[in-house]
C-alpha cells in the first residue's frame, strides 16, 4: 500500500533522546490510529484519531505522546523510552464516519524502533 | 476482556494444497470480523471482513472464511495456496458492544508455503 507512508522506517534511540515518528496518509481519509506490533504479542492498538480529535487512548505511558495537526498526519513523539518499548509501530487510517471502525483500515509500512 | 484467539503460531503447507487457519475470538452480541495479512516488511492489509448478512466471506486472493456464531469461530480458508501467500495471518474483532472503537487482534499465524 502507497497509500499510507510512515517514515523513519528504521529508528535507533537511547533512553534518554527525543525522536518523532511521522504517518501521512493520501487516501483522504478523516481517521487515523497508532499500533504497537512486538515480536509474540498481538497487535496492540494505541491511540485514535477522528477528523484530528483523539478518541481513544490505549492507557498508553505518557512517553509516547501523539500529535494529529490535520486529517493527513500524525505524528508520534518519543521520549524517555525503554529497551521493553522496542517494535513495530504501524499507523493507519480509515474513513473514519460515525460508527465507522469497521470499514477498512488502510496501514502503513511501520517504523521499525530499537531502544538501546 | 475480550481475546481473540488464533490457535496455530506456524502453519506449513505444500503449494496447491488446501489451507485452513483457525480464528476464535470471545462470546459477545455483535462483533465484526476481519483476516489481515502481513507480507514481509510491510504493513497490514485486508483480506476480508464480515459486518453481516452471509456467514460466508469471499476476500482477495482467493480467500475466504466463514462466520460461527454458535463457535464463535472465524476461519479463513483457500482451497490452493501459492508460493506468494507466505505471510502473516491476522484476526481481529470488533466487539460493538464494549463502547471502544478499537480492534482486537489475535497473535497471528504464519503461513509457510512450501515448493
Known amino acids: 500500500e502507497t497509500g499510507v507512508t510512515q517514515t523513519p522506517r528504521h529508528l535507533v534511540m537511547g533512553m534518554t533522546n527525543k525522536k518523532s515518528l511521522k504517518c501521512e496518509q493520501h487516501l483522504g481519509h478523516n481517521a487515523m490510529y497508532w499500533y504497537k506490533q512486538s515480536a509474540k504479542k498481538p497487535l496492540e492498538l494505541m491511540f485514535v484519531y477522528n477528523f484530528k480529535e483523539q478518541t481513544e487512548n490505549n492507557s498508553v505511558p505518557s512517553r509516547f505522546s501523539p500529535e494529529c495537526p490535520n486529517s493527513s498526519h500524525l505524528f508520534l513523539h518519543l521520549h524517555t523510552l525503554q529497551p521493553e518499548d522496542s517494535a513495530l509501530y504501524l499507523c493507519?487510517?480509515?474513513?473514519?464516519?460515525?460508527?465507522?471502525?469497521?470499514?477498512?483500515?488502510?496501514f502503513g509500512p511501520g517504523t521499525r524502533l530499537t531502544v538501546l | 476482556a475480550q481475546s481473540v484467539t488464533q490457535l496455530d503460531s506456524q502453519v506449513p503447507v505444500f503449494e496447491e494444497a488446501p489451507v485452513e487457519l483457525r480464528c476464535n475470538y470471545s462470546?459477545?452480541?455483535?462483533?465484526?470480523l476481519f483476516w489481515y495479512v502481513q507480507y514481509p516488511n510491510q504493513g497490514l492489509q485486508l483480506l476480508l471482513k464480515y459486518l453481516s448478512g452471509s456467514t460466508l466471506v469471499k476476500g482477495i486472493n482467493g480467500f475466504e472464511a466463514e462466520f460461527n456464531k454458535s463457535q464463535t469461530s472465524f476461519h479463513l480458508r483457500k482451497p490452493s495456496v501459492h508460493i506468494s501467500d507466505t505471510a502473516e495471518y491476522f484476526c481481529a474483532v470488533l466487539y460493538m458492544d464494549t463502547g471502544r472503537r478499537a480492534l482486537t487482534f489475535g497473535s497471528g499465524t504464519r503461513l509457510q508455503v512450501q515448493p
Open positions: 462470546s459477545s452480541v455483535s462483533v465484526y
Open positions: 493507519a487510517s480509515s474513513h473514519g464516519l460515525a460508527g465507522a471502525l469497521a470499514d477498512t483500515q488502510y
